[in-house]
């Protein structure tokens, strides 16, 4: 084993440069610029190879003016969804945020003794972490952000998918993002194609899939992205890729969890700390609402943030309980070709209590709306669905997590 040396020492260290430590980095800055934060970052980006949409409500005025130094496209005129029996379009306004805008946001409003890219973690402890290679950073309060560990405290199903970004040889004319085009070939999963309008001549389209196992097919979600832009008139040259495998939760044991993977005094935050949406695995108000909760307590020391967050996280998975159950009937109560339905029916219902679905803030009365009414699947697969249990949520051997 490489000795330690001497290195850096910081007041807080973010391990993990994704949305959930980026964030966090962002809010200490705006909350103390005298602050000494150190953000540690496995790779050369920050924020990796992603995109990440969210509506515009989802947000209250602290997170918007977090978010205000940060490139990121808005459709104020809405967003469209299709299904086979039917069609619609939600004036609500839709946003998104490439990684490339995140990672150029954050070494622009950052220190630049922040930053750390490149720089994989060793070993990290209450008092700091040591990087690959030696150098140690010391601070007050480590907060671990780097990522999902895989675990069969949980269980559920799992979210794949591929995302092209195309450059297309004339205007597509396609004025607002279609978040749900669920009229294609299902391909034994609840399948949909969504598309954003990043500019007049450029389109980012992603084939997704809610499937029973997390195999990503490369070369059949290639070809499917081929067809479906051919089917819609896109011709054009890809420009970046992103793929994704992602749980969707559906029932575990958190507390079991957190015994696992915790390290003491060590503060988890993010997709570590199962901070997300269960069903639509939607991160940013989860990650902008972590990051404002760690500077507002900036002060505390490293064991109490750990405390402090470990509680959050309990009262994330105490109030997102509604959508595990939603995902246990998803996966357990159609067939895969039939899910589509659920989604369908759900896209009938009010834009408010849609708005308050995806920010993971349902009330007593929407619930009891989503639930009511002509049911999209047998009552009698729903009652077996949510008397069952899914399979444990741990990765085949060679497939992909999305950090």
Same mark, same amino acid.
């Given at each position: 084993? @490489?000795p330690? +040396?001497?290195?850096?020492? #910081?007041?807080?260290?973010i391990? $993990?440069g994704? !949305?959930? =430590? &980026?964030?966090?980095a ?5 909350a ?28 209250n005025?602290?997170g ?27 004036e ?5 945020l ?10 622009r409003?950052?220190?630049?003794? @922040?930053?750390h +890219?490149?720089?994989?973690? #060793?070993?990290?402890?209450a008092? $700091?972490?040591? !990087?690959? =290679? &030696? ?38 004319d ?35 899939y ?25 011709h ?7 793929t994704?495998?992602?749980p ?12 696992e ?26 990650a902008?609402?972590t ?34 159950m ?15 339905r ?34 999209p ?7 077996r ?5 899914r399979?444990p949520l ?5 497939t992909?997590?999305?950090?």
């Amino acid at each position: 084993m @490489t000795p330690a +040396t001497s290195g850096a020492r #910081a007041d807080i260290a973010i391990l $993990g440069g994704g !949305l959930a =430590g &980026g964030l966090i980095a962002l809010a200490l800055r705006r909350a103390d610029p005298s602050l000494a934060v150190v953000l540690v970052e496995a790779g050369e980006m920050l924020g990796g190879n992603h995109r990440w949409s969210w509506l515009e409500s989802d947000l209250n005025n602290d997170g918007q003016a977090l978010l205000a130094p940060i490139r990121k496209i808005h459709w104020p005129v809405g967003y469209d969804v299709h299904f086979p029996e039917h069609s619609r379009r939600l004036e609500s306004t839709y946003v998104s945020l490439s990684s490339t805008d995140f990672d150029a946001a954050l070494r622009r409003e950052l220190a630049q003794s @922040t930053i750390h +890219t490149g720089r994989k973690v #060793a070993s990290v402890d209450a008092r $700091g972490a040591t !990087l690959e =290679g &030696g150098k140690r950073i010391e601070a007050r309060c480590v907060i671990d952000a780097r990522g999902y560990i895989p675990s069969d405290a949980f269980e559920g199903g799992w979210q794949v998918f591929m995302g092209r970004h195309l450059r297309t040889h004339a205007p597509h004319d396609v004025d607002r993002p279609i978040v749900m085009d669920a009229k294609v070939a299902q391909h034994d999963a609840f399948r949909f194609v969504y598309t954003l309008p990043l500019a007049a001549d450029e389109l980012f389209v992603e084939d997704t899939y809610y499937q029973d196992s997390p195999v990503l097919d490369r070369a059949a979600l290639s070809s499917r992205i081929d067809r479906y832009c051919e089917a819609m008139g896109w011709h054009g040259e890809p420009v970046a890729f992103e793929t994704g495998v992602l749980p969707v939760v559906t029932g575990g044991d958190l507390a079991r969890y957190q015994r696992e993977v915790r390290v003491p005094g060590v503060a988890m935050a993010g997709a570590r700390a199962m901070i997300s949406h269960p069903l639509t695995s939607y991160t940013l108000p989860f990650a902008v609402e972590t990051a404002l909760l760690v500077a507002d307590n900036r002060d505390l020391p490293g064991e109490q943030m750990a405390a402090l967050l470990e509680a959050h996280a309990r009262r994330v998975w105490q109030r997102t309980g509604f959508y595990r159950m939603l995902g246990k009937m998803l996966f357990g109560a159609a067939k895969p070709e039939e899910r589509y339905r659920i989604f369908s029916r759900f896209y009938r219902l009010s834009p408010g209590l849609i708005e308050r679905f995806y920010a993971a803030r349902s009330t007593t009365p929407d619930k009891l709306r989503v639930l009511t009414g002509k049911p999209p699947v047998p009552i009698p697969h729903a009652l077996r669905a949510l008397a069952s249990h899914r399979p444990p949520l741990a990765p085949q051997e060679g497939t992909s997590t999305n950090g």
